[in-house]
């Protein structure tokens, strides 16, 4: 690959790989709780993401799509609000900086909207959420994505 190349894919490298390896200590902190669904969920994520970076770093393209890579986040959020409640919901954040930072803005939008509306209907059914969060995530989520 071209030395142009992999300069444009270095900031996709850094951010697949540093994402990997920060999400570690949660994926495990999950799976030695007995969280097994939300670690599983984060340990996929991690997973594409660690994969993804060495593969664009050793001059490859990426095996996962960032579309796939940005829907197993949003899907892991939306699962950790439902078992953590408010907790989860940070990061519905910087979920959305990386869906725009990765994708084309159309199918960044999809997947934001789905985020938005997932995470909203999850954080009504958790417990000690209901409603009242449920409008406070809908409103800081749509209000990022204005």
């Not at 900031?11 to 697949?16: D, E």
């Not at 940005?70 to 959020?77: D, E, F, H, I, R």
């Not at 997932?118 to 990022?144: H, Y």
């Amino acid at each position: 690959m071209s030395m142009g190349w992999m300069r444009a894919a270095w900031p996709f490298v850094q951010l697949s790989l540093l994402g990997a390896v920060l999400l570690l200590p949660f994926t495990l902190k999950h799976l030695v709780t007995d969280r097994m669904r939300l670690g599983a969920v984060i340990g996929v994520t991690q997973l594409v993401l660690f994969v993804n970076g060495l593969r664009i770093r050793s001059g490859h393209e990426a095996p996962v799509p960032f579309w796939l890579m940005v829907l197993t986040m949003v899907l892991a959020v939306i699962v950790s609000i439902t078992i953590q409640g408010p907790n989860g919901a940070f990061w519905a954040f910087p979920t959305l900086f990386i869906a725009y930072f990765l994708l084309r803005r159309r199918v960044a939008l999809m997947l934001s909207l789905l985020l938005l509306v997932g995470a909203s209907l999850a954080a009504c059914i958790t417990a000690g959420g209901g409603p009242p969060l449920a409008e406070r995530v809908f409103a800081t989520l749509a209000l990022l994505l204005v």
